[in-house]
């Protein structure tokens, strides 16, 4: 039995341009559930769910998860980035394997979270493999992800069906969970010199 239970809350979104599958991705993560139709995201939307995990033989985190489900409007992005991002532990940034032309506007996503969140974890999401023959990219997209994102794991998905998705959420949550205990032990460190220094 863990000795210790950490509860953490995580801010994680999803951006990327319109009609890639980020509200998609979502309901199959969540509901295992796929709909063709698609309705637009209007504003955001959030879902709440939970994650735990051991971080050591003895401590587990149960984090609560609130995924925010952005409109993939860049207007409103650049103009409300702030309280779109303020706080986000984690994110996915997903583009549409069968319209290249989102991936390669991911670099302004990511910019922008990264703007407002700092330096916090991120996977990039190629999703809809299935309509993709091979269900993978060219060289040349290849080429450009490795140099454009060096050493940010990518994630080939389908939210129809549901290759991969759950693993990518999934990496991201661990990732994600990682990055605050990091960051709350440099904290700490910090704290103790500072009450050193006190007295
Ligand atoms: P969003 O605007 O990024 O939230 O995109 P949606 O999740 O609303 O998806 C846009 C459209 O793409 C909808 O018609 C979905 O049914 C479809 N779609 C999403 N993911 C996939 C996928 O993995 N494969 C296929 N074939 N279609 C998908
Ligand atoms: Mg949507």
């Given at each position: 039995m863990p000795r210790t239970i950490r509860r953490m809350k995580l801010k994680i979104c999803l951006v990327g341009e319109r009609a890639v599958g980020k509200t998609s991705l979502i309901h199959r993560y969540v509901h295992n559930a796929f709909d063709d139709a698609y309705r637009a995201t209007l504003g955001s939307k959030l879902h709440l769910?939970?994650?735990?995990?051991?971080?050591?033989?003895?401590?587990?985190?149960?984090?609560?998860?609130?995924?925010f489900d952005l409109m993939g409007e860049r207007a409103p992005r650049d103009v409300f980035r702030d309280a779109m991002f303020w706080g986000a532990h984690g994110f996915l940034a997903v583009a549409d394997l069968s319209r290249p032309q989102t991936l390669y506007q991911l670099p302004g996503w990511v910019q922008a979270v990264a703007s407002v969140a700092g330096d916090v974890p991120y996977t990039v999401v190629l999703n809809k493999s299935d309509l993709v023959p091979g269900g993978t990219i060219g060289p040349q997209e290849t080429r450009w992800l490795l140099a454009t994102f060096p050493r940010i794991p990518y994630a080939l998905t389908s939210a129809k069906t549901s290759e991969g998705?759950?693993?990518?959420?999934?990496?991201?949550?661990?990732?994600?969970?990682?990055?605050?205990l990091v960051r709350s032990r440099a904290r700490r460190k910090i704290n103790v010199v500072a009450g050193r220094l006190l007295m």
């Open positions: 769910l939970s994650f735990s995990k051991h971080v050591t033989a003895d401590e587990i985190v149960e984090a609560q998860i609130a995924l998705v759950s693993r990518a959420f999934q990496d991201l949550l661990e990732r994600s969970v990682d990055g605050v």
